[in-house]
Every structure is written in C-alpha cells, then in structure tokens.
C-alpha cells in the first residue's frame, strides 16, 4: 500500500514540476521564465519520474487514483482518476527524456525566434497533454488530452503563421482529426447510454460490445494516427519547425490514436470485424507510407512518411490482438524518430534552410556526429539486429508470420519492411557520400553543444532502449517458440532485399537514361495522387452539385414565387379576396371599419 502511494505522489509531483514554469508565468507577473528554465524543469521531471517507474517495476503494483469527481447529474458521476499501469509507467519517462533532448535542441534551433519562450510553453504544454492521455483512467479526461494534443498541433504546426503552407497544414490537421473526433465521441456517447461509466475498469466485456462503437475507436485512431485515408495532414505537418516535427512524430500526437487502441484494447480483443478492419487498413497504410517515402526529396517528407509507415505496422500489431507489443513499438519509435528530426534540422540549419537531399551530398566529412546518429537512427528504424527498432519490429514480423491471418496484410507489411530499407538507404547516401553538392560558401558548424548533445543522447537511447524495456516487459501471450528459419529470419531478409534494391538503383541512375514520365512512375511523387483526389476532385464535383441545385432553386423561386407566375397568382387571390369582401352588406364594412380604428387607436 506505501509502495503505490509512494508512485502515486512521484507521479503527481512528476507532473507538478513540468507545469511550474509555466504556472508561475501566469500566477506571477514579475516571473520571467526563458527557454533555459523550461528546459532545466523538463530534466528534473524526467530525473524524477524514474523513481516511480523504478518502483512500478520493482513492486508490478497496478494503481488508480482518483482526483475529484465530477457530479454531471443525478445518474452520471464523472471521476477524473489517474492509472499508474505498465503503459503509463514505461511512457512518462521515455515522452519526458525525449522532450527533454528535443527542447535543449530547440534551444539554439529557435535562438533567432522573437517569442522563444512562449514557443516552449506550448510544447510544454503540448507533453502535458499527451501525459495526461496516457495517465487518464477515465475516457472523459483522455478526451480532454485528446483534444489538448490536438489543440496545441494547431498552434505549433502554423508558428511561423507568415507563411501560407503552415497555416494550411495546420488546418489540414486539425479538419482530418475532427474526423477522427467524431467516432471517439459517438462510442462515448454509446458508452454512456449503455453502461452509464466512462472509467476504463468498467468497460463491458468483449462479447457484449457491437461493432459500431468498436469502428468509432478505431475512426478516431485512424485520424489521429494518420492511417490511410486519412492520412495527407502528417506530411503536411513539416511545414512546422523542426523541434514541433520531432515531438509531434514520436512521443505525442501520432501515437495518441494507437494508444486509445491499447487502452480500449479489452473491447477488440475477441470481435473479428474490429481487428481484422485494423490489420488491412495498418498494412495498408504501412505500404503507402512506404511507396510514397521511395520518391521524395525533401529530407523531413522522407522522416515524416516513414512515421506515417511505423504507425500503420503498429496498427497491424492491434489487428493481431498484440497491444503490448504495439507498445514496445511506440517506446522504441519514440528515441530514433526523434532523432532523425533533430539530425535533419540540424543539416538543414548547416546549410541555411536546403532540405532537399539532391542538393546535400559529402556531409559525414563536415558534420561527423550528426551523419553518424542520422546513420543510427536509420539502421534502427530498418530493424537493424540489436538496434531499439529491431526488438519491436522483429517481433512483429514474427507474430505476423506465425499467426492465422490472410497472406494479403503479411505480404503488404513484409514489402513495406523492404521499402524502409530502401528510403532509408537513399536517403544516407544522397545526405552523407560523395560528390559534394552543397554550396562552397555554406557555413558549417556543428561544435554547439545544445545541438550535438541531445542527438548523441537520443542515439544511446535508440540503441539501449530495445533491450531494457523486453527484458521488463512481459508478453501478454506467450510467443511461438519454434518456426522455420525463413520465418524467423524474414523482417531481416526483406529488409536486405530492400537495400540490394537501393543499391541496384542507385547503380542505374548513374548510366541509364531517365525514363518518359507517366502516371505509374509519378505514383510516389504525387502521393499516391490522393491530395488531387481528396481535396480536388471530391471538392470540384460537391460544390458543382451544391452550385446546380442552388441555381434550380433561385429560378424556381423567381419565376414561380416572385416572376410574372407569381404576380399573376397574386391577382388572382387578390380578385378572389375583393369579390369575397364585397356583398354590399352594411353591417360588415362597418364592421371591419370600426375594428380597423380601434387598432389603430390601441396602437397610437
């Protein structure tokens, strides 16, 4: 009992010591607080937060607190309780030391930006969001992180709001998540009417959950998370600052949709419909991700479709009934996503503003650490042997191999693993070997500790971090034990396969001729022509439609109601009227002339 107590108070105090800075500025007039301080108090957070995890993992106390309860009517009592658990516990320190390094980076990144320190209160706040959707028991206040990430997406995705491209990513953000909104709260609200209980512990079992609130999750997962369909606002989310991308992709925001999954996971967990619709649409979007990442030039695009891809595979680890092992994915994911984006806005920095790989080229010579964690983080990412990505996505190959599930999401999921390979190894030879493309006047410095530090940190966690996080989390199903070695071996195979492709590639484009472009070879660079589709098309023919009705209905009213129809019909009632009023009887006109008087009278 001391011992859950004792997590319960480190937790709250965890959180205490993010929100202070940002506290006292608003309860203090004379508080000054500057980026050095918020980044400092992230720290002792992070350094404070591993006592309680220490303890969780020490003692495996599970434990629920509540805070205030909400009496929202007579029937309906809303207790906001907090929920110290294996996900709550493991993420607090991973999304604190990764906001930690990523504002000690944005330090010196931002050193130019005249509002700095409000820029780091909101992505203080942007944590605090995301920690409270993880700690939240309660469905009400996960809506209220839920809806806080999205908030803050909005106003850090358009920061630099001069800027036309960042103000539409974020409103493209924030109308693809409204989607997303609309399931969550309609299983809320199915929720409610059903079990009058929105805390986590009393969510019904899984044989007597109906599809539809079941779809509503996995709408809002599919918005949130960037899976296909509703994918286009994740790419379009770089036109933010670099430090904004680093967060948003891997420790808030992007897993928020696939941990609502994991939390909700009792629910899934025996309806057929619900996990089989996450496993096609996961591999689905973990391909296209993939395809579209082949193509792209801009360094951070390239980052950012490889995000969109790792989130699809998570999604295929929900269709296969694994929420752990989706877990394990985001807590890996979470280190060398994070540094991929700091190694590419420290790039692009060194080369005033260039993000196009095409114009990089010889960079491991002038700037060596960053090109060699940039290096890390890739080989992670492709699920590298003993690197934090190859724990996750290994396994996740391994159960996908081993399960009962259609050939179709295995073989989209096994070619998406391939593509990886194949953009990440692009994307390192154009950015780091010969020849020299950069400009010869480009100043290069990569001594400043406030950007080499937190890279180098993010890269002993994207080596470290695998190991230590499967040696204490326990499977919730017991893995297969023996398979044939093609089976075992094949995340590795298809990832090799995707770099002998890379290679061979990269081998042509320097003695073939280009081919003539056509629709299929443009299919990765124009996205999959989806944003045309969606955005173009859909919009073209809805306001066609709305503009063809709009144009009947005027004219119908015009000649019919007010036209020379409609002044003929009102003579002839006007005729009917006048030959109905007059009778030639006394005693009705002056009738109607005395009552006539009076209401004028009575008005006057």
Known sequence: METALLITTLTTLTLAII???TLLHFLLKNFQSSPKTITLTTKYAFLTSLVPTALFLQSGLENITALWEWKFTMNFKIPLTLKMDQYSMLFLPIALFVTWSILEFAASYMASDPHTTKFFSYLTTFLIAMLTLTLANNIFLLFIGWEGVGIMSFLLISWWYGRAEANTAALQAVLYNRIGDIGLILSMAWLTTNL?????????????????????????ATGKSAQFGLHPWLPAAMEGPTPVSALLHSSTMVVAGIFLLIRTHPLLSNNKTALTLCLCLGSMSTLFAAICALAQNDIKKI????????????????????????????????????MLFLCSGSIIHSLNGEQDIRKMGNLQKTLPTTTSCLTIGSLALMGTPFLAGFFSKDLIIENLNTSYLNAWALLLTLLATAFTATYSLRMMLLVQTEPTRTPAITPMNENNPQITNPITRLALGSIMTGMLITSYM???????????????????????????????????????????QNHYLNFSTALGYFNPLAHR?????????GQKIANHLIDLSWYKKMGPEGLANLQISAAKTSTTLHKGLIKTYLGSYALSILIILLLL
């Open 196 to 220: 009058n209980s929105w805390e986590m512990q009393h969510l019904p079992s899984p044989a007597e959950t109906p599809t539809l609130p079941l779809l509503g999750l996995i709408l809002a």
């Open 303 to 338: 980052i950012a479709f490889s995000t969109s891809s790792q989130l699809g595979l998570m999604m295929v680890t929900i269709g296969l009934n694994l929420p752990q092992l989706a877990f394990l994915h985001i807590s890996t994911h979470a280190f060398f996503k994070a």
């Open 537 to 545: 098309l859909s919009s073209m023919i809805l306001l066609h439609a």
């Open 19 to 21: 929100l202070t800075p």
């Open 474 to 516: 326990t499977p919730a199903q017991t893995p297969p034990m023996t398979m044939p070695p093609l089976t075992k071996t094949a995340a590795i195979v298809m990832s090799i396969l995707g770099i002998i492709v890379a290679l061979e590639i990269t081998t042509l484009t320097h003695t073939l001729s280009q081919p003539k």
